[in-house]
C-alpha cells in the first residue's frame, strides 16, 4: 500500500512538473491567463438547459471548470462546470481558429474558461454551447482526483472542501439547499414581524448555556474575555429596550469534543418575543419547521436514514416526567427527595454525581431510556427547575418550568423557555451557579449584573427559543453528521 501510495504522489508530481511548464509557455507567448481580469458571463449552465427554447441559436456567454475533455481531430467536446452544474461544450477549429484550437488541445482538465458561443442541440439531443471564441482565465496547476473515483477520503473531503465542491455534486447540493434554509428562515420570520440584530461574540461573561467557552486575552484593554456560548443574555437586553421581537443567526464556540452531532464552532439561531411564553413558542416552532420542509424539501414528509418522518402531522406534546414513565415507569412525581430520586438512580444503574439533585436525576433518566426514541416530533416539555436556570417556574408547581425541547430523529432540535424576568428570582438562580462553579461544574453560568440591572429595569413576559441550524440541516439534507453540512468543519491540525 505504501508503494502503491509513493506512486501516486510522484505520478502527481509529474502532472504539476507538465502544467507548470504549460504555464510557462503560455506566459512567454503572451498569454498568462493570470493576467485576465475578468469574463461577461451571461449565462449558468442550467438555466441555459431550463430555458431552451427561447435560447436556441441565441448568443450566450459562460465561464466554469473544465472537468471533462474529448478531442476528435478537427472537432472537440468539453464539459464546463459552474456554480449550478454542468454542459456540454462544442469547440471545432474552424469556428474559433487553428491557433485557439491547438491551445485548447493543450488544456487540462481542471482549468477554468470561458466560453461565448450559441446554444444548439447536438444529434444526440444534449443541449450544449457551440463555441465561436474560448479563453483560458486560469490554469489549473495540481490535477484534480480521478473522475471515476472523485474524492472519496471523508478526512480529505473536510480538510479540502473547495476540492470536494468540485468533484461531489451531492456535497454541493447540500450547501446550495443550506443557503436556502437559511433564507427561508430569514423569510418566515420577516412574515412574522421579527427583527433581525447581531450582537457581541466577545464578551466578558459568556452565559445563557450549560457549556466551557473558550477563552484569550484583549491585549487593548487588557481584559481576558471569552467567545460566546449563547445569544440569549444580549437579545434579551434587546427586548427589554423595547424592540419586542428580535432574532439573530450567528456562530457561538463551545469548548467540547467533536462528533457526529457536535461542533466547537456551530451555528445557533435564537429569537425572542414579547408578550407570550413558551406555547406560543411551540406555535411558532411548528410553523417554521412544516414551512422550511415544503419550501425546502418540497414536502412535509421527509425521509432521514432511509426512515419517515412526518413534519405535515400536529407534533406530539410530553413531558418529561410523563416521558420517562412511559418508557422506564417509573413515576418522579411520586419522588418526594433527592435520596430517593438517587436510590431510583442506582437501581437503573444511572451514573451521577454528589451534588445532582432530584431534578438532575430526571434530566439524566430522560437522556438514557427516552431521548433516542423521540424519532417522530416531539415536544418534551415542564423540565425540572435545577437544570433550567433562567426559566420561569410553572405556577402550580413550583419544582418545574415552562420549558419545551423540540426531538426529532432522536436529535434535540430546539430548546425554549417562557423566559424568567423576575429579577430578584434571577439572582438566586445565578448565585446557585456561582456555587456549583466554586464546585468545580466548569460548564456553571455566572453572575451577569449588567443583564440583572437590565432586568431590574423590567422586562416584559416573554418567550424564546435556541434552534441548531447545523443539525436542522442535517435533518432536511439527509446527512450524517455535522462535518457534512459545515463548509469548514474543526479539524485536528496535520503536523509537517
Not at 427583527?195 to 457581541?200: D, K, Q
Not at 443539525?471 to 462535518?483: F, G, K, Q
Request: charge should be negative.
Amino acid at each position: 500500500m505504501a508503494q502503491n501510495n509513493a506512486q501516486v504522489t510522484q505520478d502527481i508530481s509529474q502532472l504539476e512538473k507538465v502544467r507548470r511548464e504549460k504555464l510557462a509557455q503560455l506566459q512567454a507567448e503572451g498569454k498568462d491567463p493570470f493576467r485576465i481580469v475578468a469574463f461577461d458571463q451571461t449565462h449558468h449552465s442550467v438555466g441555459i438547459k431550463e430555458h431552451f427554447e427561447e435560447l436556441e441559436n441565441s448568443d450566450v456567454s459562460i465561464a466554469g471548470r473544465m472537468l471533462f475533455k474529448r478531442v476528435m481531430g478537427k472537432a472537440s467536446f468539453c464539459n464546463i462546470q459552474d456554480r449550478d452544474g454542468r454542459i456540454q461544450v462544442y469547440v471545432a477549429r474552424d469556428e474559433i481558429g487553428e491557433e485557439a484550437y491547438k491551445d485548447f488541445k493543450k488544456m487540462d482538465i481542471g482549468d477554468i474558461l470561458g466560453v461565448k458561443g450559441f446554444v444548439f442541440k447536438t444529434k444526440t439531443g444534449e443541449i450544449s454551447v457551440h463555441a465561436k471564441e474560448l479563453v483560458l482565465l486560469s490554469k489549473s496547476l495540481s490535477p484534480l482526483p480521478e473522475k471515476f473515483h472523485g474524492l472519496t477520503d471523508t478526512d480529505l473531503r473536510y480538510r479540502q472542501r473547495y476540492v470536494d465542491l468540485i468533484m461531489n455534486e451531492e456535497s454541493r447540493d447540500v450547501f446550495i439547499k443550506r443557503s436556502k434554509i437559511i433564507q427561508e428562515i430569514r423569510n418566515f420570520l420577516a412574515g412574522r414581524d421579527f427583527m433581525e440584530v447581531e450582537t457581541p461574540m466577545l464578551v466578558a461573561n459568556a452565559g445563557g448555556a450549560a457549556a466551557r467557552p473558550f477563552e484569550t486575552h484583549f491585549n487593548a484593554l487588557d481584559e481576558d474575555v471569552k467567545l460566546r456560548i449563547s445569544l440569549e443574555l444580549y437579545l434579551k437586553r434587546l427586548i427589554i429596550g423595547g424592540l419586542e421581537r428580535v432574532y439573530e443567526i450567528g456562530r457561538v464556540f463551545r469548548n467540547e469534543g467533536v462528533d457526529t452531532k457536535h461542533n466547537p464552532e456551530f451555528t445557533l439561531m435564537e429569537l425572542y418575543q414579547a408578550y407570550t411564553d413558551y406555547n406560543g413558542m411551540m406555535e411558532l416552532t411548528e410553523s417554521m419547521f412544516r414551512y422550511l420542509a415544503e419550501k425546502v424539501c418540497g414536502t412535509t414528509t421527509i425521509t432521514y436514514a432511509g426512515t419517515e418522518i412526518d413534519l405535515g402531522s400536529p407534533f406530539r406534546r410530553l413531558t418529561m416526567v410523563d416521558a420517562i414513565k412511559e418508557y422506564t415507569g417509573v413515576d418522579f412525581d411520586a419522588v418526594t427527595s433527592d435520596e430517593e430520586a438517587k436510590k431510583i438512580a442506582d437501581e437503573h444503574h444511572i451514573e451521577y454525581e454528589t451534588r445532582h439533585k432530584k431534578g438532575d436525576i430526571v434530566n439524566l433518566f430522560f437522556d438514557e431510556f427516552c431521548e433516542d426514541k423521540m424519532i417522530q416530533p416531539t415536544f418534551i416539555m415542564d423540565h425540572p427547575i435545577e437544570i433550567s436556570p433562567l426559566t420561569k417556574k410553572k405556577p402550580d408547581d413550583p419544582t418545574k418550568v415552562e420549558r419545551f425541547e423540540l426531538y426529532i430523529n432522536g436529535w434535540e432540535m430546539c430548546n425554549a423557555y417562557s423566559e424568567l424576568n423576575d429579577p430578584i428570582d434571577q439572582r438566586e438562580r445565578f448565585a446557585a451557579q456561582d456555587a456549583l462553579a466554586d464546585a468545580g461544574d466548569d460548564e456553571a453560568q455566572h453572575t451577569d449584573e449588567d443583564f440583572l440591572h437590565a432586568m431590574e429595569i423590567g422586562m416584559p413576559p416573554t418567550g424564546g427559543i435556541g434552534y441548531g441550524i447545523d443539525r436542522l440541516t442535517m435533518l432536511l439534507t439527509d446527512s450524517a453528521a455535522i462535518r457534512d453540512v459545515l463548509l469548514f468543519p474543526t479539524m485536528k491540525s496535520i503536523k509537517e
